[in-house]
């Protein structure tokens, strides 16, 4: 299959292509996504083969205007409606799924995973689909998210019908999700949305996504965000400790990079160098994040030593891909 490359101006094609059951990777504000109509038994099943995803993991739909959720959920509890300021934004929550949404898209839960996307082609394109739109990350299972077109024909040129060139995401990290279909709210992935944002709206909200045996997003059992190098984390609460660590780390290896921040970029004397940005930027570290992950690899690095990074803010939320991306491989000094 030929991936046709599509402008922001092409939208309509795009959404015909949806219509017709195909797959058209698209932009949003936290990374692309990889559409199908989500109505579709079989357009959803192409999803877990193009991306190689198991099947026990299930789609997010993505809807563009909170009248169409009854589409596709019922029992609504009152805090879904007193997020409502999140809605269009990075925040996806998990209801009582409806009859229409086929098990395709829950793999098996009785419940579905819903997000209303803010960026405008995002939301275009589910307008002219006419259909909720089902959209995974738009990686090979197991990669980094995309955060680029380029990103996205690196692991699926060949695979998919399609991809919208949109520009680099604006958060680059994935939405967070807080599951509703229980009495006690509950966070099972951090993200943009921070716990305290969502807690002025709704008080008190469990954080479960580190239950790392038996989590209720069957997502965060896999590996993930990994690029094909190894990464190491070193951690200490010294910087200049950590820097020397990793310093003589890079040394000790063959063809080693280093993941820096802006401040201890020039501290780094051994392998390839790549800063995040600065520390006390949070946003442009999650915003660069994944697209570092995968440069590495392009360079060909079998392994990345990296920094642990401040946990305040998105901070949790980049801290948390990270330590994935290294497999919970962890040195403290
Ligand atoms: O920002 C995002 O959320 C991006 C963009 C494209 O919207 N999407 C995304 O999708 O990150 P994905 O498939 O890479 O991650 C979705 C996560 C998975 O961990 C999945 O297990 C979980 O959501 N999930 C989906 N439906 C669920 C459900 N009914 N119950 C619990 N977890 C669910
Ligand atoms: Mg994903």
Redesign the pocket.
């Known amino acids: 299959m030929q991936t046709l490359r599509l402008a922001p101006d092409s939208i309509e094609k795009a959404a015909e292509i949806i219509r017709l059951g195909g797959l058209v990777a698209f932009p949003t504000e936290t990374v692309y996504g990889l559409g199908a109509d989500g109505f579709s038994p079989e357009a959803c099943a192409s999803v877990f083969a193009a991306k190689g995803r198991p099947a026990d993991n299930p789609l997010i739909l993505h809807l563009c205007d909170i009248s169409q959720i009854n589409q596709v959920a019922f029992d609504i509890p009152n805090t879904f409606y007193l997020l409502k300021d999140f809605f269009p934004g990075a925040l996806t929550v998990i209801l009582k799924k409806s009859d229409k949404v086929p098990m395709e898209v829950s793999a098996g839960l009785p419940t579905v995973a819903v997000r209303f996307p803010k960026n405008e082609i995002a939301r275009e394109l589910i307008r002219l689909s006419g259909t909720p739109i089902a959209a ?2 738009a ?1 090979k299972s197991g990669r980094p ?1 995309p955060t680029r077109a380029e990103h996205v024909l690196a692991d699926l040129d060949g695979r998919i019908d399609a991809v919208i060139h949109g520009g680099d995401c604006e958060y680059g990290l ?1 939405s967070t999700i807080l599951d509703l279909s229980e009495n006690t709210p509950s966070i099972l992935r951090q993200g943009v949305i921070t716990e305290p944002r969502i807690s002025e709206k709704i008080g008190a909200v469990l954080l479960t996504q580190n239950a790392k045996d038996a989590p209720k997003a069957p ?1 965060m059992k896999y590996a993930h965000y990994s690029p094909r190098a190894k990464v190491t984390l070193v951690s200490s609460a010294n910087i200049s400790k950590m820097t020397e660590k990793i310093n003589a780390l890079a040394l000790s290896r063959e063809n080693s990079a280093i993941m820096a921040t802006d401040e201890t970029f020039s501290a780094y004397t051994h392998g390839i160098v790549i800063s995040l940005g600065s520390r006390a930027d949070l946003d442009e570290i999650a915003r660069n994040l994944f697209a570092t992950l995968r440069e590495f690899d392009k360079r060909g690095v079998s392994q990345v030593f990296a920094e642990t990074l401040p946990t305040d803010g998105i901070g949790a939320a980049i801290m948390n891909r990270l330590i994935k991306s290294a497999g919970y491989s962890i040195i403290y000094v």
């Open positions: 995974p990350s990686n998210s994935e997502g």
